[in-house]
């Protein structure tokens, strides 16, 4: 097959390097690609956000599947417009993507079919945004209607937060037509579980649980980012609520099929298990990030066989299962992010921290100028260690990351540490 991945981060590198593991891959292309893509694809200067690039790329390659990677393509219809032309797309289509592209679409069908999740309302003006504010309480989570490269969520500590973020969207602009409406919510409390399922036009595949890190610091402080580290599987997570949890992503594809909204590709839900079970706190419509780097490296089986069979509804015919061994990841990012960050920065040691047979080193945010791989994004490399236990697997992980360094680079030291405190 001639495989075409679209985007240009740590998620497509986790897939390209699956992908190229694959007999059946005979030429592995990424578009736009980065430093390490390169490494295992050729990469095309198309961004993953220009369809028409993406479409005339997909014609003078003639790729037989073209894996769809970020949200923005998906989102703009790049799906319908390959399976328009007859080609093979992984990722849904425009009008299932609204689960990601839309937070009010996504909540309103959750309320339609009784799917578990946060009490919340709608907005577009400020003042009834802050009086259901105070109808919770003054704590609340605040979410930018549409995409906003992750950093459209505030979870708001008291009612001045929860104002400002509000403000942030509806009066400063903050995130353009993507914050003219928001959505307001409850706090859940619990654990924070991320769910892939593999999804065709008859299948929902369980494919992995992960958990991710979204605070920039130790100890959760500071704020929300796209996440900082992750780790696959959840030892602490019993039989029952597993099943619960497969069960809440399942009704959320019936939901979608008796809208007549078909999905095809991998959905992502993200969920708090509270007390009460567990509760959706939001859908991705793509494979995540840094979730990918902790999914793929466990993958049992060949994943280019996985994502075409999900192409062509084939997914009933597959055994997809993930090795028993743990994995975790842990991201190195620039200085100051998720503000503002300068890039451009020589990285050093890549080569030593690629060198052990248990780790891989993933590049989210890099570029190669003039012979050398320098900085070229807020999260710009995620270090992915596995082995029997998430100990291992996580002294693994920082092993690789202690040979890598860059001016101003950033990274938590607890990613997984109370897991693998516990000896699981």
């Given at each position: ?160 937060m929860a104002v400002a973020a509000i403000e942030e969207c509806l009066v400063a602009g903050a995130f353009g037509e993507a914050g003219a409406r928001v959505v307001v919510e409850e706090v859940l409390e619990g654990p924070e579980v991320s769910a892939f399922a593999l999804v065709d036009a008859a299948s929902t595949v369980p494919l992995g649980l992960a958990q991710d890190f979204k605070r920039v610091g130790d100890d959760d402080t500071g704020p929300n980012t796209g996440g900082m580290g992750a780790y696959s599987p959840l030892p602490w997570l019993d039989p029952a609520m ?183």
């Amino acid at each position: 097959m001639r495989v075409l991945v679209v985007g240009g981060g740590g998620r497509e590198h986790a897939l390209c390097w699956g992908l190229a593991r694959s007999p059946l891959v005979e030429q592995l292309h990424a578009a736009p690609g980065n430093a390490g893509i390169a490494s295992v694809a050729m990469c095309h200067a198309a961004a993953a956000d220009d369809v028409d690039a993406q479409l005339q790329l997909v014609d003078e390659l003639d790729a037989d599947l073209v894996v769809i990677g970020p949200e923005a393509p998906l989102v703009a219809g790049l799906a319908d417009e390959l399976r328009a032309r007859g080609r093979r797309a992984f990722g849904p289509g425009r009008a299932a993507a609204r689960l990601e592209g839309s937070k009010v679409f996504a909540k309103d069908l959750m309320v339609r079919h009784s799917i578990p999740t946060a009490r919340a309302e709608t907005f577009s003006e400020v003042g009834p945004a802050a009086v259901f504010v105070n109808d919770l309480g003054g704590r609340a989570v605040v979410k930018a209607d549409g995409l906003a490269a992750g950093k459209g969520v505030t979870v708001a500590s008291d009612r001045d937060m929860a104002v400002a973020a509000i403000e942030e969207c509806l009066v400063a602009g903050a995130f353009g037509e993507a914050g003219a409406r928001v959505v307001v919510e409850e706090v859940l409390e619990g654990p924070e579980v991320s769910a892939f399922a593999l999804v065709d036009a008859a299948s929902t595949v369980p494919l992995g649980l992960a958990q991710d890190f979204k605070r920039v610091g130790d100890d959760d402080t500071g704020p929300n980012t796209g996440g900082m580290g992750a780790y696959s599987p959840l030892p602490w997570l019993d039989p029952a609520m597993e099943s619960r949890i497969w069960e809440v992503v399942s009704s959320t594809v019936r939901a979608l099929r008796g809208e007549e909204i078909g999905y095809s590709g991998l959905l992502y839900t993200g969920l708090m298990l509270t007390r009460e079970g567990p509760k959706v706190l939001e859908y991705n419509c793509r494979f995540g990030d840094p979730e990918t780097q902790v999914v793929i490296p466990r993958l049992r089986g060949d994943l280019a066989e996985m994502l075409d069979a999900c192409a062509t509804d084939r997914l009933a015919d597959q055994k997809v299962e993930l090795s028993e061994e743990a994995a975790v990841t842990v991201v190195l990012a620039s200085g100051g992010y998720p503000g503002p960050y300068e890039t451009g920065r020589p990285v050093g040691g890549l080569e030593a921290a690629e060198a052990s047979p248990d780790a891989a080193v993933f590049h989210s945010g890099t570029a190669e100028r003039e012979g050398r791989v320098v900085t070229d994004g807020g999260r710009v490399l995620a270090a992915t260690g596995w082995g029997p236990t998430v100990e291992d697997a996580r002294r693994r992980a920082y092993q690789a990351a202690s040979h890598i360094s860059f001016d101003g680079m950033i990274r938590r030291g607890d990613i997984a540490a109370r897991v693998a405190e516990e000896g699981r």
